[in-house]
């Protein structure tokens, strides 16, 4: 089977960065995906690794270590709205579909 | 073009009773799936649908099911509702390419009573 593991809470202040790290034990891995879900809202796609290595896209990176089983979502110059729960899922050449992790609640300080 | 739309919005029932929920995937996408999420277990996978057939399943009773239609909408069933169905469903849709990104409705909110 797979599994995922993140932690399930961090708490950061505004401005600060923040890493959320994820481990995962999957077979045929395929790649590493990101979510973002606000309260009450939808799960919202952030960030795709295939690849080793740190992908950008303005504040929000991803990291990939297909060796080491292991991805994170870097998150820079925090603001009040990225307060939001953080999914990591990871996808297999045998699936279409991403096996998601329980999420992890960011909280950011002001 | 026009995002993923899920029907009802909020839903009660009684236990015994069953519900079925709908879901609009994006225009020209085949594949939905459905997730249950419910406090600290993050989203289940229920299970997706392609071209009108099952084509993933997740670790779900058989009172939970589903079907797609030749429009790519689809509909969740489920039966006999038990207090613990109570989460919100999920509905998203994919274009089905490798990256397989999930494009999710707002949800419906189930509370079985």
């Known amino acids: 089977g797979q599994s995922l593991e993140q932690p399930s809470e961090v708490t950061a202040v505004e401005g600060a960065i923040v890493q959320i790290n994820c481990t995962y034990q999957t077979s045929g891995f395929y790649g590493l995906s990101w979510y973002q879900q606000h309260d009450g809202g939808a799960p919202t796609f952030l960030s795709y690794n295939a690849l080793d290595g740190l992908e950008e896209t303005g504040r929000f990176s991803s990291f990939l270590s297909r060796s080491d089983s292991y991805g994170y979502l870097l998150l820079q110059e925090l603001q009040m709205k990225d307060s939001a729960s953080y999914f990591c899922?990871?996808?297999?050449?045998?699936?279409?579909?991403?096996?998601f992790g329980r999420g992890t609640s960011l909280i950011v300080h002001p | 073009k026009a995002g993923v739309t899920q029907t009802p919005r909020y839903l009660i029932k009684t236990r015994g009773q069953q519900v079925t929920l709908s879901c609009s995937p994006i225009s020209g996408h085949r594949s939905v799936s459905w997730y249950q999420q419910t406090p600290g277990q993050g989203l289940q996978f229920l299970f997706e649908y392609f071209s009108e057939t099952q084509r993933n399943k997740g670790n779900f009773p058989g009172r939970f099911s589903g079907r797609q239609f030749s429009n790519s909408r689809s509909e969740m069933n489920v039966s006999t509702l038990e207090l613990g169905d109570s989460a919100l469903y999920l509905c998203?849709?994919?274009?089905?390419?490798?990256?397989?990104?999930?494009?999710f409705g707002p949800g419906t909110r189930l509370t079985v009573l």
């Open positions: 998203a849709s994919s274009s089905d390419t490798s990256t397989d990104t999930q494009y």
């Open positions: 899922a990871v996808s297999t050449g045998g699936s279409y579909i991403p096996t």
